[in-house]
Nanobody, 127 residues
């Protein structure tokens, strides 16, 4: 069983930066696709980014809304993933969730493809 715990959320001003972290249980961590999702007030849960195994390494995918601003990093040795968020906007305000699963590539951004979820960490971006 994979257990996930997010941290690093908080309040930041528009244009600022924030780094989120997700600590995972050691069990089979490197075998899972790790992803970040978010859910803003009154909105559906949406894909942010994911790290998926590919040819012995990993490839990172991003939603268009965060590409160029967010960076997802994976550290298998420490069983953690991070999300460095820069140039934050009000629209980035949401609860951010860490997720683990084994999605097929074509369904990478679908939340239903992920088996394990953290409890979420709140990110508030002031306008």
């Amino acid at each position: 069983q994979v257990q996930l715990v997010e941290s690093g959320g908080g309040l930041v001003q528009t244009g600022g930066s924030l780094k989120l972290s997700c600590a995972a249980s050691e069990r089979t961590f490197s075998d899972y696709t790790m992803a970040w999702f978010r859910q803003g007030p009154g909105k559906e849960r949406e894909f942010v980014g994911a790290s998926r195994g590919s040819g012995g390494g990993y490839r990172v995918y991003y939603a268009d809304s965060v590409k160029g601003r967010f960076t997802l990093s994976r550290n298998n040795a420490k069983n953690t993933i991070s999300l460095q968020m820069n140039s934050l906007k009000s629209d980035d305000t949401a609860i951010y969730y860490c997720a683990a699963g084994r999605p097929i590539l074509s369904a990478l951004s679908m939340s239903t493809m992920y088996t394990y979820w953290g409890q979420g960490t709140q990110v508030n971006v002031s306008s």
